[in-house]
């Protein structure tokens, strides 16, 4: 009933830039926190950055200062602009968010199905 759709990933040269975007869609009483995650071939999963719905923001340390999170919450869409991109940034990037359904009074969290993103020369 609650579907995360990610896109915007693909191949870029290091030092190059992607946006990727999420949209969450269904049957959806409100969106709290939304946050992408990535995982490389042979690593665990790890946070990249999150936002709330006040627009507060946290960011991974590797990619703080070159990464920015933000959402458009009439559009229940999130977005992470990725500049600088290095080799070590190549994973499956996930979209993450905590929502209400208007089904149960209590939310949960929800995930995409992922979107590739490689950086090489």
């Known amino acids: 009933q609650v579907r995360l759709v990610e896109s915007g990933g693909g191949l870029v040269q290091p030092g190059g830039s992607l946006r990727l975007s999420c949209a969450a869609s269904g049957s959806i009483f409100s969106v709290d926190a939304m946050g992408w995650y990535r995982q490389a071939p042979g690593k665990q999963r790890e946070l990249v950055a999150t936002?709330?719905?006040?627009?507060?923001?946290h960011y991974a340390d590797s990619v703080n200062g070159r990464f920015t999170i933000s959402r458009d919450n009439d559009k229940n869409t999130v977005y992470l602009q990725m500049n600088s991109l290095k080799p070590e940034d190549t994973a499956l990037y996930y979209c993450?968010?905590?929502?209400?359904?208007?089904?149960?009074?209590?939310?949960?969290?929800?995930w995409g199905q992922g979107t590739q993103v490689t950086v090489s020369s």
């Open positions: 936002i709330t719905r006040s627009f507060s923001t």
């Open positions: 993450n968010a905590y929502i209400t359904t208007r089904v149960t009074p209590y939310g949960h969290d929800f």
